[in-house]
């Protein structure tokens, strides 16, 4: 069995793609691992040398070299105007002529057993969460098996979706709620993407290889966004119950929601949730709120930075605070960044916000505290959504 695929995913300028897979021919890879680095440099007027003050990762270049045999020339031929077509910068090209990158996707086989003594069920419900769990990180994924080893609810499930590292739901509701419940899993694909662009095609040289029936070419790929990620988004949601003006969300101390400092009325919303990233390297999400509501904070206790967006929003409105845009703005274009720092006495960290990895903060626990005004139940939401990003693979 191969233990690792090696795909491109090649645009069709409407945002879907086709996977060309590149693993029975490709031959050679350079790039996958660390950027090179930009170190961020100042000089007072008598200093002898500089002192750093950042860092800052240039665009990654790989370079792949492929190779096959191929049959007879009439293959040949078929395979020199196929890789004309995969590799055309017109495949990069959406009709109102915007760039779409390529994805240049990594999927690894682990196949490795976890054993683990920490799942939370509780009665009535398919949602488990495990506070060492890697859910997302593991490779679990819809239709994959959940196996439980201890307690009432001891059986073979199936899971329905991953929510985030610590959290998942199950296709059937458990019986019992209980804690220290033992569990095993069996990982699955991990899949690490980086956009790239075409930087230098196929030479297609006709230096003699087609009268053996072969070929070698090399195709360099530009990354203007060095940091691989995971495709599959995480997230958690905030929200007010409608019978009994609850707090539903995912996190990984689900039973033990009531002895964190959390208050719940039928406006208001304030809680503190601890997040597991596992990442390399930092992630900034993206939240969506569902409106109405009068005010909104939100702090990563654990960097220090907050959001906080001083702005009423209607009943139904959708503001979407985006931070790879550094903007918000709601679902009819209206753009709210203003209220972001229009806060009393305090701005919001726009440009810095993110949920951070080891070491930046201790085993990538990010602890989210998040305060929410002028809320309805049942109609007002808080979601947020994020990828894991490394380094390297």
Do not use: C
């Not at 005010?295 to 605070?321: C, K, P």
């Amino acid at each position: 069995m191969i233990s690792e695929i090696t795909q491109l995913l090649i645009p069709n300028g409407s945002g879907a793609y086709r996977v060309l897979d590149l693993t029975n021919q490709l031959v050679a890879e350079d790039g996958l691992a660390y950027p090179s680095i930009d170190y961020i440099r100042q000089r007072g007027p008598f200093q002898h040398g500089d002192t750093i003050t950042s860092l800052r990762l240039n665009p990654r270049t790989i370079q792949i070299a492929l190779a096959n045999s191929l049959r007879d020339l009439y293959q040949y031929g078929d395979m020199r105007q196929k890789m004309l077509i995969d590799t055309s910068p017109i495949n990069m090209l959406a009709v109102d002529d915007t760039i779409v990158p390529y994805v240049y996707r990594k999927v690894l086989r682990t196949n490795k057993h976890i054993w683990k003594s920490d799942l939370i069920t509780t009665a009535a419900s398919a949602i488990v969460t495990s506070a060492s769990g890697h859910f997302a990180d593991w490779g679990l994924g819809p239709g994959q098996q959940f196996v439980i080893l201890s307690g009432a609810d001891i059986a073979t499930y199936v899971i329905q979706s991953v929510t985030n590292e610590n959290t998942l739901v199950l296709t059937t509701p458990l019986s019992a709620t209980a804690t220290g419940i033992q569990y095993q899993i069996t990982t699955g694909v991990q899949i690490r993407d980086i956009q790239v662009m075409i930087e230098v095609g196929p030479k297609l040289s006709g230096d003699g290889l087609s009268f053996s029936h072969s070929y070698r070419e090399v195709l360099r790929l530009t990354a203007p966004d060095p940091v691989w990620f995971n495709p599959n988004e995480q997230s958690i949601t905030w929200s007010i119950d409608v019978t009994g003006n609850l707090i539903f969300y995912e996190l990984p101390d689900w039973p033990d929601r009531l002895e964190f400092p959390i208050w719940f009325s039928g406006d208001f919303l304030i809680s503190d949730v601890t997040l597991s990233y596992v990442g390399t390297w930092p992630s900034r999400p993206q939240i969506v709120l569902t409106g109405p509501f009068d005010s909104f904070i939100l702090e990563n206790q654990s960097t220090s930075d907050r959001l906080v967006l001083n702005y009423t929003a209607a009943n139904g409105e959708i503001v979407t605070i985006d931070l790879y845009g550094l903007e918000a703005h709601n679902q009819f274009g209206v753009d709210l960044t203003n209220y972001l720092y229009n806060s009393g006495t305090v701005d919001s960290d726009l440009v810095t916000f993110k949920l951070a990895p080891h070491p930046q903060v201790a085993n990538g626990l990010n602890v989210m505290h998040m305060e929410l005004l002028g809320a309805i139940a049942g109609v007002t939401t808080v979601n947020m959504s994020w990828k894991t990003r490394y380094i390297g693979v």
